[in-house]
């Protein structure tokens, strides 16, 4: 049943994600706020397709210390999940991208159109300047950077890997910065087809005021994501003793003998 009920959701998911940017490629002509009024549609589309066919629900945690006007949303990644549900969450966003992506037909298009900030990840330190110039700009008018810190997906409890360019961005963007956990690997898993009933849920955490240092914020971005990410993931894993036994802790590692 739950490989009938994935697939189901996966077909579905897609014809959805298709006929939108294919069909809805006009608006495009209404600017990036054409193309966020569709990515919102998308976003919704989806969460009813996950609860109607999978049996998955979605909770939104802490969304009182989701400040109006310019600020950075930097968020745990663990899934495709949160690249369209967290723009239910910023009016105007931009998010910190690859520039694979846009070089995806109609997709990419309206990555473009969106205005989103893209970075070429072969041009090393000067594409991450590029991005911190991008992000004070966009920031000082209003709109809201969507950052990913680790960069790609990541699976649930695998290692923390926190790259430098949301310090960045935060360091040089005088802006507040409000960290985001999220569970979502567990019900829609990286390179996974299965797609497991349960509550998805994003806890919006306190927002960090600018003006720390770099390094100092690093330290507390990382502890305050993966510390409430862990948590969302063991209250999800305690109640669900099918989706414990597909998320396995991993085994312990011996000590070196002398």
Known sequence: ?????????????????FGLVVFGAPVMFFG??????????????TIW??????????EFRGVEHVPKGAFI???????????????????????L???ELTWIPFFGWMLIRGEQIVVDRAKGGSALMQAVRKSRALLEQGRQVIVFPEGTRRPVRAPPVYKPGVAAIYGN????????????????????????????????????????????????????IETASTRLA????????????AFPLPPQTEPAKA
């Not at 397709?49 to 979605?58: D, M, P, S």
């Not at 745990?76 to 931009?94: G, I, R």
């Open 49 to 58: 397709l996950q609860r109607v066919i999978c049996g998955v629900h979605v």
């Open 73 to 95: 949303l930097a968020a745990k990644h663990q899934s495709v999940w949160e690249t369209f549900a967290l723009t239910l969450f910023a009016p105007d966003y931009s998010f």
């Open 97 to 99: 991208l690859k520039r």
């Open 1 to 17: 049943m739950l490989f009938l009920r994935s697939l189901l959701f996966n077909t579905a998911f897609y014809i959805l994600l």
């Open 173 to 224: 963007c005088n802006a507040v910065c409000v960290p985001a956990a999220l569970n979502s690997g567990l019900f829609w898993p990286r390179r996974q087809f299965l797609r497991r009933p349960g509550t998805i849920v994003v806890e919006f955490l306190p927002p960090i005021q600018p003006g720390m240092d770099k390094k100092a914020f690093m330290r507390l971005l990382a502890e305050q």
């Open 32 to 45: 990036r706020h054409g193309v966020f009024a569709l990515a919102r549609t998308w976003a919704r589309a």
């Open 234 to 245: 063991e209250e999800a894993l305690a109640r669900d003793a099918a989706l414990a036994e």
